[in-house]
């Protein structure tokens, strides 16, 4: 696993860089939660922190974009929950998916095989159903590697 | 030592009859077990955000419902869905089940049907809110009298 994003340096406390070709992989994996529901929120940073994750959380879809738009480069993977007021998560995608290349995983209560499509469809790498257990959050590190793969063809 | 073993069977006791009624699924066994020593009132404080919100919520749910010249059963079911996702994330299997009725009788615009799911959810977040200050007293005096949380599976 070659490490060659070597494209901007972040300017928060945090690494630069890729992180995928560091002895410690997948840990410190930049992960973005976004979520309107507190609680969930704080159970996701927990989780993820509990992965070795490197954890930054928004609790609406305007402030993520802006973290985003603010660090390029600086995450890995976004996690979104579907239904927020103002921005829900499929739009939070489209923007993500015109704007940058970052694997999107949308989350929500709602299991019906019309949303989960839609999502799909609109380029989600993967529909999480809540509960989320931690198992399913340790593996998410796949979508950034499938993604670089993908891009490097 | 004695009290604590005592505080201890207490704790496993109470623990599994709220397993047994189904008052908690495993997802809060699990939300136990993300507890460490970096974050030793996880638990706490995740149901304490939970119960906040829970209150927001049903009062978000009431409103809409009040409202004489016509119910928005979008709104309505804009705040179930969030109840359902938060509480199935904490492992509140009984408040979440009623969410899932709750759920069906907004899609029906049902209001009657509403009204009784609020009643419902209301009594099952009361009966769960003083089940877990329980649970948590016993956990409190356990760790008072010097002994450890047993992990309840």
């Given at each position: 696993?070659?490490?060659?994003n070597?494209?901007?340096?972040?300017?928060?406390a945090?690494?630069?860089?890729?992180?995928?070709?560091?002895?410690?992989?997948?840990?410190?994996?930049?992960?973005?939660?976004?979520?309107?529901?507190?609680?969930?929120?704080?159970?996701?940073?927990k989780?993820?922190?509990?992965?070795?994750?490197?954890?930054?959380?928004c609790?609406k879809?305007e402030?993520?974009?802006?973290?985003?738009?603010?660090?390029?480069?600086?995450?890995?993977?976004v996690?979104?929950?579907?239904?927020?007021?103002?921005?829900?998560g499929?739009?939070?995608?489209?923007?993500?998916?015109s704007?940058?290349?970052?694997?999107?995983?949308?989350?929500?209560?709602?299991?019906?095989?019309?949303?989960?499509?839609?999502?799909?469809?609109?380029?989600?790498?993967?529909?999480?159903?809540k509960?989320?257990?931690?198992?399913?959050?340790?593996?998410i590190?796949?979508?950034?590697?499938?993604?670089?793969?993908?891009?490097?063809? | 030592?004695?009290?604590?073993?005592q505080?201890?069977r207490?704790?496993?006791?109470?623990?599994?009859?709220?397993?047994?009624?189904?008052?908690?699924?495993?997802?809060?066994?699990?939300?136990?077990?993300?507890?460490?020593?970096?974050?030793?009132d996880?638990?706490?404080?995740?149901?304490?955000?939970?119960f906040?919100?829970?209150?927001?919520?049903i009062?978000?749910?009431?409103?809409?419902?009040?409202?004489?010249?016509?119910?928005?059963?979008?709104?309505?079911?804009?705040?179930?869905?969030?109840?359902?996702?938060?509480?199935?994330?904490?492992?509140?299997?009984?408040?979440?089940?009623?969410?899932?009725?709750?759920?069906?009788?907004?899609?029906?615009?049902?209001?009657?049907?509403?009204?009784?799911c609020?009643?419902?959810?209301?009594?099952?977040?009361?009966?769960?809110?003083?089940?877990?200050?329980?649970?948590?007293?016993?956990?409190?005096?356990?760790?008072?009298?010097?002994?450890s949380?047993?992990?309840?599976?």
């Amino acid at each position: 696993m070659n490490s060659s994003n070597g494209n901007g340096s972040m300017s928060t406390a945090s690494s630069s860089g890729a992180w995928d070709g560091r002895d410690q992989f997948p840990a410190g994996l930049r992960v973005l939660v976004v979520d309107d529901d507190p609680t969930c929120l704080m159970i996701f940073e927990k989780m993820l922190k509990t992965c070795l994750y490197q954890v930054t959380k928004c609790n609406k879809a305007e402030t993520a974009l802006s973290v985003l738009r603010e660090h390029k480069n600086g995450f890995d993977i976004v996690i979104s929950d579907v239904h927020m007021p103002d921005m829900d998560g499929f739009e939070l995608l489209k923007h993500i998916d015109s704007e940058m290349d970052l694997p999107v995983i949308l989350i929500s209560a709602d299991a019906t095989k019309q949303i989960v499509m839609k999502g799909v469809t609109y380029g989600a790498c993967d529909y999480l159903i809540k509960p989320v257990r931690i198992e399913t959050l340790k593996n998410i590190w796949q979508h950034v590697v499938r993604k670089k793969a993908r891009n490097t063809v | 030592m004695d009290v604590v073993n005592q505080l201890q069977r207490q704790f496993i006791d109470y623990s599994a009859s709220l397993h047994r009624e189904g008052f908690l699924d495993d997802q809060f066994t699990q939300l136990q077990k993300l507890q460490d020593d970096n974050s030793p009132d996880f638990v706490v404080e995740v149901a304490s955000l939970f119960f906040e919100d829970c209150e927001k919520l049903i009062n978000n749910m009431a409103r809409a419902l009040e409202q004489q010249q016509g119910v928005d059963f979008k709104q309505v079911d804009a705040s179930v869905h969030q109840l359902k996702g938060s509480s199935s994330s904490i492992g509140a299997m009984r408040v979440k089940d009623v969410c899932i009725a709750f759920r069906s009788f907004c899609e029906a615009q049902n209001r009657e049907g509403c009204l009784r799911c609020l009643q419902q959810v209301t009594h099952e977040y009361s009966l769960l809110k003083n089940k877990l200050q329980t649970l948590f007293r016993l956990q409190q005096q356990i760790l008072a009298a010097g002994g450890s949380i047993p992990v309840v599976e």
